[in-house]
T-cell receptor, first 112, second 116 residues
Framework: KQEVTQIPAALSVPEGENLVLNCSFT??????LQWFRQDPGKGLTSLLL?????REQTSGRLNASLDKSSGRSTLYIAASQPGDSATYLC???????????FGTGTSLTVIP | GAVVSQHPSWVICKSGTSVKIECRSL??????MFWYRQFPKQSLMLMAT?????????EQGVEKDKFLINHASLTLSTLTVTSAHPEDSSFYIC????????????FGPGTRLTVL
């Protein structure tokens, strides 16, 4: 069964810093990988979706990379802002089946 | 992106009662929907896969008689927590699967269930 791990579990940075969130998965047979943001008590907001054939995706200040063979993805956030404070989840969809397996999440706090 | 709604957004009920949660895809047809549960400070755990017009597929350890799932139309799936107990208190999130796009899942805003 696919296991998804995110490091670090929590991160606190001053405003303006660039930061990297890490996601690793045990089975490289994935269809795609998706990064989400979750605010306290809220649902999930999709940030970036990377297909297995892609190496990276960019949206604004966010850049996600995927190294399928090594089972890793990173989410890079440039020039962090207090509004970026949230929990970030990565999820992988395996080659077979339509479900997602979620990581443990990284709780990000950006200090003004 | 596509929009998924959930109703209610929060519910408080007494132990032993049943609670129904609705998940709707507002602007797309979802032949497949997923139900997740999230305990405080933990990640999402898949409970079941809901398929339109057929029985749901439950993950190991999830009681199908306790968590009844009905997917009667292409835009609506319901999760009924029967005979709820305090340990069922959790955040329940559904998602719709959009086949026509990049095979992306779109998540509802979640339902906070508190069983007293």
């Amino acid at each position: 069964k696919q296991e998804v791990t995110q490091i670090p579990a929590a991160l606190s940075v001053p405003e303006g810093e660039n930061l990297v969130l890490n996601c690793s998965f045990t089975d490289s047979a994935i269809y795609n990988l998706q990064w989400f943001r979750q605010d306290p008590g809220k649902g999930l907001t999709s940030l970036l979706l990377i297909q297995s054939s892609q190496r990276e995706q960019t949206s604004g200040r966010l850049n996600a990379s995927l190294d399928k063979s090594s089972g890793r993805s990173t989410l890079y956030i440039a020039a962090s802002q207090p509004g970026d404070s949230a929990t970030y989840l990565c999820a992988v969809r395996p080659d077979t089946g339509n479900q997602f397996y979620f990581g443990t999440g990284t709780s990000l706090t950006v200090i003004p | 992106g596509a929009v998924v709604s959930q109703h209610p957004s929060w519910v408080i009920c007494k132990s032993g009662t049943s609670v129904k949660i609705e998940c709707r895809s507002l602007d797309f047809q979802a032949t497949t929907m997923f139900w997740y549960r999230q305990f405080p400070k933990q990640s999402l755990m898949l409970m079941a896969t809901s398929n339109e017009g057929s029985k749901a597929t439950y993950e190991q350890g999830v009681e199908k008689d306790k968590f009844l799932i009905n997917h009667a139309s292409l835009t609506l799936s319901t999760l009924t927590v029967t005979s709820a107990h305090p340990e069922d208190s959790s955040f329940y999130i559904c998602s719709g699967f959009l086949l026509a796009s990049t095979n992306e899942q779109f998540f509802g805003p979640g339902t906070r269930l508190t069983v007293l």
